[in-house]
């Protein structure tokens, strides 16, 4: 790959954990090997570097992205504090891969045995957000003692802060508990169940990672790929319906995704996932434009309508 020219990212506090972060983030589930892309250790190593040095400061990890942990640790780990680093927790231990695997748990020597994993597999001693995996009800995060884990985990150094990967319908019941420094939230143009529980969770102080941003690449690929957590077929469908295509204005579909995506005045930053080299570099020429014009953002929005109709993952 030729050396990856820089870009300038701009960046946004993550809520209370203070951190400035890139409104580009890179999602390294496409790392996970099996399940996945097909990708050699020595090109995923080059794309992780390329990620850095095109001016990313962010990674979203986990446990069930299979040897993405691993490949992380063994190809940035010497230049650990160049990244904000996030993981999951409760998840099988072990080289598993989603979707087949979702057997969570969420007590303490599932979540502890799964941090200590992590700093392994990430060649770290810290991380500096865990995620809890899957959004659990609040009846099963407190019948685990899941939040008091993690506290306890912060408290040893080897976690900064707490996150939640949540949706409908539990989300709600995540943001009152007023615990999660962060949360992890599906979101996109063709994916906006959650828009309102981000401000929530912005105007509570918590930092709001986006996953899904881009739609998983569909405008651009003629939908053979569609967002994780929507019924097939709705988010094309949706995107059809709205006639955003018009809306393009010289863009490819998956800049108007991201762009649009952060557009959301109460987005930290995107988590996009990739595999390819090029789609990194497009990723990051989009974000480095940032926010669409607001007349177009005002637009698409009209067109849109309000969000209707989620089919909860669980
Ligand atoms: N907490 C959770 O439950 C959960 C669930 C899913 C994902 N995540 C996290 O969120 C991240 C992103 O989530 P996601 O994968 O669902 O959504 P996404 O970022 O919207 O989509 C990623 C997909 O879009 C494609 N893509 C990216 N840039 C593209 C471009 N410029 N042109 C065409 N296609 C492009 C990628 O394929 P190519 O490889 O072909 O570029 C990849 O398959 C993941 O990596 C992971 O870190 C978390």
Redesign the pocket.
């Known amino acids: 790959m030729a050396q990856q020219p820089g870009f300038a990212i701009a960046t946004r506090r993550l809520g209370r954990t203070g951190a400035d972060v890139t409104i580009l983030g890179y ?4 790392l996970r090997g099996r399940g996945g ?1 097909a990708i050699a250790a020595a090109e995923a190593g080059r794309l992780l570097n390329a990620v850095l040095d095109g001016g990313i400061n962010l990674i ?3 446990i069930d ?1 299979g040897q993405s942990e691993e490949l992380i640790g063994r190809y940035l780990a010497r230049r650990r504090d160049e990244y904000f680093l996030a993981s ?1 927790c409760g998840c099988p231990l072990g080289r598993r891969v989603l979707p087949r695997h979702r057997r969570h748990d969420y007590r303490a020597a599932r979540v502890t045995a799964g941090v200590e994993q992590s700093l392994r597999r990430l060649r770290t001693d810290r991380l500096d957000l865990v ?1 809890v ?2 959004s659990p009800s609040r009846a099963r995060l407190d019948a685990d003692r899941t939040v008091e884990t993690l506290a306890t985990l912060r408290d040893q150094g080897k976690i900064r802060f707490i996150g939640m ?1 949540g949706t409908l319908p539990h989300l709600p019941e995540h943001l009152a508990m007023g615990v999660f420094d962060v949360f ?1 939230i ?1 979101y ?1 143009a063709v994916q906006r169940e959650h828009e309102d529980l981000i401000t929530t969770a912005a105007k509570a102080g918590a930092g709001t990672l986006i ?7 569909g405008p ?2 003629n939908w053979k ?1 569609e ?2 957590d929507l019924t097939p077929g709705e988010g094309p469908r949706r995107w059809e319906a709205a006639g955003l295509r018009e809306l393009l204005d010289g863009m490819n579909g ?1 800049e108007f995704m991201l762009r649009f995506t952060l557009s959301h005045p109460d987005v930290s930053a ?7 080299p090029g ?1 990194l570099r ?2 990051l020429a989009a974000a480095e434009k940032g926010p669409l014009p607001a007349d177009l953002y005002a637009e698409a929005c009209r067109r849109l309508g309000r969000p209707t109709g989620y089919r909860c993952r669980e």
């Open positions: 999602g390294a589930m496409e892309p979203d990890t986990s992205y999951k995620q995996h899957f990967s992890q599906p996109s996953r899904g941003g881009v739609a998983r690449g651009a690929k790929s967002p994780i998956t995107a988590i996009v996932g990739t595999s390819e789609h497009a990723n």
